[in-house]
DNA sequence: CGTGATCCTGACCAATCGGTCAATAATCTG
DNA sequence: CAGATTATTGACCGATTGGTCAGGATCACG
């Protein structure tokens, strides 16, 4: 029932779509939406530009393709936090997971983060709906725990923030976190360390 | 001796200049570099085209311009930190001035994060130079007050990661930010109890 | 007042961009 | 193999972009 309308895929439909998606996540990641060309992401996917606008419309098409398949991929870790689990070790899983994905989905947090930039143009339905239900859902967990005593009381929308903006910024900021630390560090095993301890210290009841 | 080679500035010519600075810094802020052109820097500075390319020689000299400018102001909070004084307190206030330039000046933060987001192809020799130093003569002052046991431990270069991650947080992704707490609430205000709630815990030696 | 330096702009240019189209090649189906 | 569908591309188009240039307006100053 969910791809009902849709028509099938040839194999060479599905291919050459994620061949495209990969060479645009690419592009998109490392120059934002406007800095990214259309002809620079045929040349990656080995074809030619009108054979790109072939499988998507308009270069907009793409962006979005690419942002609304990914978004639920990102957002993942955060529905895996479970209301029945111990509370602080639900959350250091949920710290260490995204600090994970950072590390190795670094192109995929620099594109969001491009698109919050700019203003969200293509992510506004989402971020004052799906988002923020998936948020509030959060928030309620949060709140049942703090209540009980079982987590120490901090704004549960602030705590999430602090979260997302900590293990993205070594994604989206890693050659200023490279330059500033030198070489013969490894960020995301430091910064793993820290932020456990960060987070024990701040929510330990 | 630091303008002794610089001609003197013309009346006009400083507040053209002023004026093409600003302009640009609202265009480069909200659409990155490429996606901001002269001809928008040009209107919104009420001149022509050629006319901001006379006082500037090219749109990479406007963007060069504002990034070397601003950088000081930017890193003059952590420059304040007085080795002299209570720890924790120093620290609190640079977290504060530093949230507080977020809300004061979201251009600025949105241009560095366009920046460092793009590789900072502008800002490499000085953040492997200067940046680094400047976070090093703060690091050392931090170690010491730890050695001291006036401080908790914690890694001193995340620990400036973290506050720079948090609070520009609130700047760059200010938007989603909004669309998450959703009306009738102040990012800032509640952001400044929650990372002084988090310091406190995460300092107290 | 006049004259040289500074300031300003319309018109223009080459390059690049997103996107179209007609024609060709490859693939699938009976 | 035949015919239809799908896949692919070179050539092209209009719009936009960063930047140039020649000439005119304005200003500072003796």
């Known amino acids: 029932m969910t791809d009902a309308a849709t028509p099938p895929m040839t194999r060479i439909q599905q291919k050459n ?22 002809d620079q992401i045929a040349r990656a996917a080995r074809m030619s530009k009108p054979n790109v606008l072939y499988y998507f419309g308009s270069k907009d098409e793409i962006h979005k393709t690419l942002l609304t398949t990914l978004l639920d991929m990102w957002l993942a870790p955060m529905q895996q936090i479970d209301a029945a689990g111990e509370p602080l070790a639900e959350i250091l899983q949920y710290v260490q997971a995204k600090l994970q994905m950072s590390r190795d989905f670094p192109r995929e947090s ?25 948020v509030d859902r959060t928030v309620a967990v949060l709140e049942t725990w703090m209540e009980e005593g ?27 976190v490279r330059a500033v630390l030198g070489p013969g560090h490894d960020p995301y095993q ?6 456990d301890d960060l987070y024990r210290k701040l929510l330990a009841p």
Chains 1, 2 share one sequence.
């Open 17 to 38: 779509r994620e061949l495209i998606l990969q060479a645009a996540l690419d592009a998109f990641s490392a120059n934002g939406f406007r800095g990214a060309t259309i």
């Open 110 to 134: 620099r594109l969001f983060a491009y698109e919050i930039l700019q203003g969200a143009p293509h992510l506004t339905e989402i971020l004052g709906g799906g988002l923020r239900e998936i």
């Open 190 to 195: 430091e910064g793993s360390a820290f932020l």
């Open 150 to 176: 079982r987590l120490a009381r901090v704004e549960p929308r602030h705590l999430i923030f602090s979260i997302w903006s900590m293990t993205q910024h070594y994604a989206d900021f890693e050659i200023q």
